[in-house]
């Protein structure tokens, strides 16, 4: 926080320290971040007064060797960069949420940060899913609601 005006700052740090998430991206499979953060007025009963959404992806071009890199929320960019330490500065420039205080008092912000990316396994259990599952529903053999349930639970489970 902005100790001058309470506005929401915040530095992503190293996103590309983790081994695993750059091998991923390096195999092709994009990498999403998405940042939600709420501004609240502390008191008797705190109520929120503001909400804001940010959300990027970054995605490696193999052949090309470059990075692209697109960022959405109030101010949405594209751009094509040639190295991760490029991409962390791109994102931390393009991070835009304005959250600020408007009257006086005592305000917090609640926020939550994901990083993700999908495994070739999460993938491979998807699209099977989607293949299989829902084909019983659309032919009719089965409800959809129970494909869907009995799909998203094998997928959850996976994924865990």
């Given at each position: 926080m902005d100790p001058e005006s309470g506005a929401l700052e915040?530095?992503?740090g190293d996103l590309f320290a983790e081994?695993?998430?750059v091998?991923?991206?390096h195999s092709g499979l994009p990498l999403r971040i998405q940042v939600k953060a709420e501004l609240w007025k502390d008191g008797f009963f705190d109520s929120q007064r503001g909400r804001g959404?940010?959300?990027a992806?970054?995605?490696f071009d193999p052949l090309e060797r470059r990075y692209r890199v697109a960022t959405g929320g109030e101010v949405a960019t594209e751009?094509?960069?040639e190295s991760l330490t490029e991409?962390?500065?791109?994102?931390?420039?393009?991070f835009a949420l304005r959250l600020s205080p408007v009257e006086a008092g005592r305000y917090y912000y609640l926020g939550e940060f994901e990083v993700e990316t999908l495994s070739l396994s999460d993938l491979g259990e998807l699209q099977r899913w989607l293949r299989g599952d829902l084909a019983t529903a659309v032919n009719g053999e089965e409800r959809v609601g129970?494909?869907?349930?009995r799909g998203a639970h094998r997928v959850l489970v996976r994924m865990l």
């Amino acid at each position: 926080m902005d100790p001058e005006s309470g506005a929401l700052e915040i530095r992503l740090g190293d996103l590309f320290a983790e081994a695993g998430l750059v091998r991923a991206l390096h195999s092709g499979l994009p990498l999403r971040i998405q940042v939600k953060a709420e501004l609240w007025k502390d008191g008797f009963f705190d109520s929120q007064r503001g909400r804001g959404e940010w959300r990027a992806s970054v995605l490696f071009d193999p052949l090309e060797r470059r990075y692209r890199v697109a960022t959405g929320g109030e101010v949405a960019t594209e751009l094509s960069l040639e190295s991760l330490t490029e991409v962390q500065g791109a994102l931390q420039a393009a991070f835009a949420l304005r959250l600020s205080p408007v009257e006086a008092g005592r305000y917090y912000y609640l926020g939550e940060f994901e990083v993700e990316t999908l495994s070739l396994s999460d993938l491979g259990e998807l699209q099977r899913w989607l293949r299989g599952d829902l084909a019983t529903a659309v032919n009719g053999e089965e409800r959809v609601g129970t494909a869907l349930g009995r799909g998203a639970h094998r997928v959850l489970v996976r994924m865990l």
